[in-house]
Nanobody, 125 residues
């Protein structure tokens, strides 16, 4: 089994920055893709960003492109989401996810096998 633990969420003013971390522990794998998703109150969970095992390829939702940066440290089994120029509409619970089948990363929730418990990000105006 794999456990994913997110951290780094909190309250920030519009225009500010936060850095989320997601550490994987438990069973290890040779390759896996990682992604971040978010869910705002009353809305469906949506894709934010994904990164391939090699970290050579990254993918972003249009709404965060140019403001968010996903990265990973495979030696630490950790993925990061640097969020800059935050907006009130970025307020949501942010979830990290791990995919064993798509080690290149994926836009789709169904492609991920393990999920973290989520961390709250609140951006005040």
């Amino acid at each position: 089994q794999v456990q994913l633990v997110e951290s780094g969420g909190g309250l920030v003013q519009a225009g500010g920055s936060l850095r989320l971390s997601c550490a994987a522990s438990g069973r290890t794998f040779s390759r896996y893709g990682m992604g971040w998703f978010r869910q705002a109150p009353g809305k469906e969970r949506e894709f934010v960003a994904a990164i391939a095992w090699s970290a050579g390829n990254t993918y972003y939702a249009d709404s965060v492109k140019g403001r968010f940066t996903i990265s990973r440290d495979n030696a630490k089994n950790t993925v990061y989401l640097q969020m800059d120029s935050l907006k009130p509409e970025d307020t949501a619970v942010y979830y990290c996810a791990l995919s064993l089948r798509y080690y290149g990363g994926s836009y789709f929730m169904i492609d991920y096998d393990y999920w973290g418990q989520g961390t709250q990000v609140t951006v005040s105006s």
